[in-house]
């Protein structure tokens, strides 16, 4: 051992993923023949913005890049909202599209670096930072988008072609995305890091409730982003769900959603009548993200449309209905955890944010349908009434 007292510039391995330069590493005193030694070896840049719904399923092309950069240190740069990254093993260092974290990023030479967003500052900033190989989305002198590569023109057909998107693909997100990258794709599965404080907390809300002992719990997300309130299940659906899954001795309904669904919530509590606090619960409205997952992750089933909290349940491994609309059904890999409903509207999907016909798929689509799919699952027959 080589006290720091005593080696120059150049001894230090300031290459190490556990030197930062302005504190000790409480790994040794000493740089040169510590046992301790971890090159970052190449960095790879990860450019995925948002939704975090899909910044989660995008985690996916992580184990198959790890694998062909064994020796690696791997950037996630993503919008404001980066819980889903938090304390995964495979992603080194996570930067905020801020002033700050773009910062960091400028003046480093990454070996590879995957843009996988169309967000206009995602693909500027792919061509302005220092990079061997790029792969996905790139700017052109029009400030358009085009592609890095050819392995990710068929992403980029999909955005351009209606009929490619809505009616021919049958990838998943994770797939189209792993072969933008060039990546092999061998159905890999994302995960989602939950802390034990945020399970401890969950239980203590869980406990809070006194929820009957003996039945299956059933978490039904309510809430859907207002960027594309469309793809949300109607309150009328809601209601009717409720009160024909609550009817049977061995379910419990639980209400899963934020802060823009507490209105929401206080109407079905409300309509559910002599069912609520017997047989319908509401898990409340102000938790933190984390703490929402880890609800998530104590349900027996979770129902939800094509939302964070779908994604987050099948991350989590949760047996899951997913209901599906103006999305498309076919980008969503469950991993045989479950069952997709989609409406039968030969309309959808169209990915508009409001439904010309002044009938939404979502809106029609019954709670029967649902119930019927939400009881295979819970039996173990899932994925018996719509293959996608």
């Known amino acids: 051992m080589t006290s720091f007292s005593r080696i120059d510039k150049d001894q230090l391995r300031t290459d190490c993923r ?10 040794n005193d000493g740089c040169p023949g510590c046992d301790e030694y971890r090159p970052r070896g190449e960095q790879l840049l990860v450019i995925k913005l948002g939704a975090m719904g899909d910044v989660l399923r995008t985690k996916a092309i992580l184990p198959a890049l790890k694998a062909a950069h064994p020796v690696s240190w791997i950037v996630w740069l993503t919008a404001p909202g980066s819980e ?38 995602a693909v500027r900033l792919s061509a302005e930072l220092d990079a061997e190989q790029r792969y996905g ?24 072609s209606d009929e490619l998107k809505f009616r021919l693909n049958r990838k998943p997100m994770q797939q189209i995305v792993a ?22 907390d969950a239980a203590a809300v869980w406990d809070s409730l006194g929820l009957p002992r003996g039945r299956q719990v059933v978490g039904l997300n309510t809430g ?22 609550a ?19 206080r109407h079905l509590m409300e309509r559910a009548g002599p069912l609520a606090g017997r047989a319908v619960f509401d898990a409340g409205n102000r938790h933190s993200l984390e703490v929402f ?63 010309p016909m002044g009938l939404p798929c979502m809106e029609a689509l019954s709670a029967a349908r649902v ?18």
């Open 84 to 121: 889903v990254l938090a304390r995964d093993p495979l992603v080194d260092e996570v930067r905020v599209l801020d002033t700050e974290g773009v910062f960091a990023l400028r003046g480093r030479r990454f070996a590879k670096l995957l843009c996988l967003d169309k967000d206009a500052h």
């Open 18 to 27: 556990f030197y930062t330069g302005y504190k000790p590493c409480h790994k």
């Open 137 to 160: 989305f790139a700017p052109t002198l029009y400030n358009t988008i085009t592609v890095w590569n050819e392995g990710a023109m068929e992403a980029l057909r999909m955005g351009l």
């Open 179 to 200: 072969e933008c990258c060039e990546l092999p794709w061998a159905g890999d599965r994302y995960g989602l890091e939950i802390s034990e404080e945020a399970r401890r």
């Open 247 to 265: 009817a049977r001795e061995d379910v419990t309904m639980l209400l899963l959603g934020g802060r823009r669904e507490e209105t929401l919530h």
């Open 293 to 355: 997952f880890a609800l998530l992750e104590r349900c027996a089933l979770v129902v939800s449309a094509d939302t964070l909290a779908l994604h987050a349940a099948v991350a989590l491994g949760r047996p899951v209905v997913g209901l599906f609309g103006p999305t498309s059904a076919a980008e969503v890999d469950l991993y045989g955890q479950g069952e997709k409903v989609v409406t039968d509207f030969s309309c959808a999907p169209c990915y508009l944010k409001k439904c």
């Open 371 to 388: 119930w019927g799919a939400a009881e295979r699952v819970l039996a173990g027959r899932a994925g018996h009434a719509q293959p996608v």
């Open 224 to 245: 859907c982003g207002p960027v594309f309130a469309t793809k949300g299940w109607h309150a009328d659906r809601m209601e009717e769900f409720l009160r024909d899954a």
